[in-house]
């Protein structure tokens, strides 16, 4: 009778969640499209992680473990005829590690910025140039030898990749916040009436637009959101009742389930950057300087799709073709000249699950093909080739968790397994196949 007794118990909870799940499970969030909307965000991020190299050809293992703290700038605006987004992270970086009995260590600073600018057609056709500018001043550390080695790296990348495409990825999650807020409003019975699909899409798109406001007091801001979503809910007559049951759970869901990104559409793009590259490496130790300079071209042809499933599953999947040709020179000890070309084959799937409104995992795969090949016209042995290959396979897991309106906790594991070919010319141990491994755990404070 006891078993009995729990059988039953358990079949009426599932029943009574399933009842409640199923309120809204038929809401299709494909369908939502983003209102005209501005968005900026600023976080401090505070990032550790470890990883190893397991060699299987030969005992170049190796260890590393590193941190850094990150300042990041996200600004993001969308419209009918314009989508643009802008990125600004500024960083401090700490690495050290352990390879074949020698201890190297560096530190420095980082700065990046992107501008990303997608020009609409009413077909769905766009133009889009990102111009974009990396510096990274680090300094070196090499122990283990007769001495220690101090050196200094400088480096100045800037692209403007321009491409053409047609599609659109619109974000729908604030279509999602919309059905955990009336999913919970109906657990609490404070509703009188399951929405309509329009009456849904009313309601997420007035979320997505009273989130574009900024207020330097952030309890004048909260005050002003809750007072707006509460008078639609008013205004379409589907309150049953108000108070404490409805004001707590619409506060909480407000506060909570608003911040990890959805999205649903596709983009074909091909296109063009052409970049140019410097860098300066200065030996503390006996004052040597070398000197490389790279300009260039990459072409590339690349495909994404993001599809939400259901209201709690996300597939997404990216492949890119591209093909590239570097000049480079390089000044150790003379002047040397090289030329590169390269191809490459990159794909991703993930499939993301989004149980509650404060956590969600992503896992996947990874695959990469890649073969280069490297011409020096100033070596001893004119027009030198050398040709190689990599690829890699691997399998990802990212845990993400909201632990507050400011704080964000995530954590990555990776693994995989990297094959690499000196194809011309041969050498003693020309193929290498290793295990490669990384983790990552991150805590991020957003100001706004």
Same mark, same amino acid.
């Given at each position: 009778?006891?078993?009995?007794?729990?059988?039953?118990?358990?079949?009426?909870? *599932? &029943?009574?969640?399933?009842?409640?799940?199923?309120?809204?499970?038929?809401?299709?969030?494909?369908?939502?499209?983003?209102?005209?909307?501005?968005?900026?965000?600023?976080?401090?991020?505070? +990032?550790?992680?470890?990883?190893?190299?397991?060699?299987?050809? /030969?005992?170049?293992? &190796?260890?590393?473990?590193?941190?850094?703290?990150?300042?990041?700038?996200?600004?993001?605006?969308?419209?009918?005829?314009?989508?643009?987004?802008?990125?600004?992270?500024?960083?401090?970086?700490?690495?050290?590690?352990?390879?074949?009995?020698?201890?190297?260590?560096?530190?420095?600073?980082?700065?990046?910025?992107?501008?990303?600018?997608?020009?609409?057609?009413?077909?769905?056709?766009?133009?889009?140039?990102?111009?974009? #500018?990396? #510096?990274?001043?680090?300094?070196?550390?090499? %122990? %283990? &030898?007769? #001495?220690?080695?101090?050196?200094?790296?400088?480096?100045?990348?800037?692209?403007? @990749?321009? /491409?053409?495409?047609? $599609?659109?990825?619109?974000?729908?999650?604030?279509?999602?916040?919309?059905?955990?807020?009336?999913?919970?409003?109906?657990?609490?019975?404070?509703?009188? +009436?399951?929405?309509?699909?329009?009456?849904?899409?009313?309601?997420?798109?007035?979320?997505?637009?009273?989130?574009?406001?900024?207020?330097?007091?952030?309890?004048?801001?909260?005050?002003?959101?809750?007072?707006? =979503?509460?008078?639609?809910? =008013?205004?379409?007559?589907?309150?049953?009742?108000?108070?404490?049951?409805?004001?707590?759970?619409?506060?909480?869901?407000?506060? *909570?389930?608003?911040?990890?990104?959805?999205?649903?559409?596709?983009?074909?793009?091909?296109?063009?950057?052409?970049?140019?590259?410097?860098?300066?490496?200065?030996?503390?130790?006996?004052?040597?300087?070398?000197?490389?300079?790279?300009? %260039? #071209?990459?072409?590339?042809? /690349?495909?994404?799709?993001?599809?939400?499933?259901?209201?709690?599953?996300?597939?997404?999947?990216?492949?890119?073709?591209?093909?590239?040709?570097?000049?480079?020179?390089?000044?150790?000890?003379?002047?040397?000249?090289?030329?590169? =070309?390269?191809?490459?084959?990159?794909?991703?799937?993930?499939?993301?699950?989004?149980?509650?409104?404060?956590?969600?995992?992503?896992? $996947?795969?990874?695959?990469?093909?890649?073969?280069?090949? +490297?011409?020096?016209?100033?070596?001893?042995?004119?027009?030198?080739?050398?040709?190689?290959?990599?690829?890699?396979?691997?399998?990802?897991?990212?845990? *993400?968790?909201?632990?507050?309106?400011?704080?964000?906790?995530?954590?990555?594991?990776?693994?995989?397994?990297?094959?690499?070919?000196?194809?011309? @010319?041969?050498?003693?141990?020309?193929?290498?196949?290793?295990?490669? $491994?990384?983790?990552?755990?991150?805590?991020? *404070?957003?100001?706004?």
């Amino acid at each position: 009778m006891n078993k009995r007794a729990l059988y039953c118990t358990v079949i009426c909870l *599932y &029943l009574s969640f399933s009842g409640f799940a199923q309120v809204y499970e038929d809401f299709n969030l494909s369908e939502y499209v983003t209102p005209d909307i501005v968005r900026s965000q600023l976080d401090f991020s505070l +990032r550790t992680a470890a990883s190893f190299t397991d060699n299987e050809t /030969s005992k170049n293992d &190796l260890f590393r473990i590193n941190g850094d703290l990150n300042t990041a700038f996200d600004k993001y605006k969308n419209t009918r005829p314009y989508w643009n987004r802008q990125m600004l992270v500024v960083g401090m970086s700490g690495n050290y590690r352990n390879e074949l009995k020698e201890k190297n260590s560096d530190y420095g600073l980082t700065f990046n910025y992107q501008n990303v600018n997608r020009f609409y057609t009413s077909d769905m056709r766009f133009f889009e140039v990102s111009p974009s #500018v990396d #510096v990274q001043l680090l300094g070196y550390k090499t %122990g %283990g &030898l007769l #001495v220690d080695v101090k050196t200094h790296n400088n480096s100045y990348y800037a692209n403007i @990749p321009m /491409s053409v495409g047609k $599609g659109r990825i619109e974000q729908v999650e604030d279509a999602r916040q919309a059905i955990y807020i009336l999913e919970n409003l109906d657990k609490q019975g404070v509703l009188n +009436r399951k929405l309509t699909t329009e009456e849904i899409h009313a309601f997420a798109q007035t979320i997505s637009t009273v989130k574009n406001k900024r207020f330097l007091d952030a309890r004048l801001r909260m005050i002003d959101e809750i007072t707006t =979503v509460d008078s639609v809910l =008013v205004n379409m007559g589907v309150l049953s009742s108000g108070g404490a049951p409805y004001f707590t759970t619409l506060y909480d869901y407000w506060m *909570y389930g608003d911040l990890f990104s959805r999205g649903s559409g596709t983009v074909y793009k091909v296109g063009l950057t052409p970049f140019i590259n410097h860098r300066n490496y200065n030996n503390v130790s006996d004052l040597q300087s070398v000197k490389l300079t790279g300009t %260039g #071209v990459t072409a590339k042809l /690349s495909y994404e799709n993001e599809k939400p499933l259901n209201l709690y599953w996300q597939q997404s999947i990216w492949a890119e073709a591209s093909g590239s040709y570097w000049h480079s020179k390089i000044n150790l000890p003379s002047d040397n000249t090289s030329h590169m =070309v390269d191809m490459g084959l990159n794909g991703r799937y993930t499939l993301g699950y989004y149980p509650t409104s404060r956590t969600n995992v992503n896992f $996947g795969f990874d695959e990469s093909l890649y073969w280069g090949q +490297r011409t020096y016209k100033d070596t001893p042995e004119p027009n030198d080739k050398y040709t190689f290959l990599t690829s890699y396979t691997g399998a990802f897991v990212d845990l *993400y968790y909201y632990i507050s309106p400011q704080f964000r906790f995530a954590l990555n594991a990776n693994l995989g397994l990297r094959y690499t070919d000196n194809i011309k @010319p041969k050498q003693d141990d020309p193929k290498n196949l290793m295990w490669t $491994g990384n983790f990552v755990a991150k805590l991020t *404070y957003s100001l706004f």
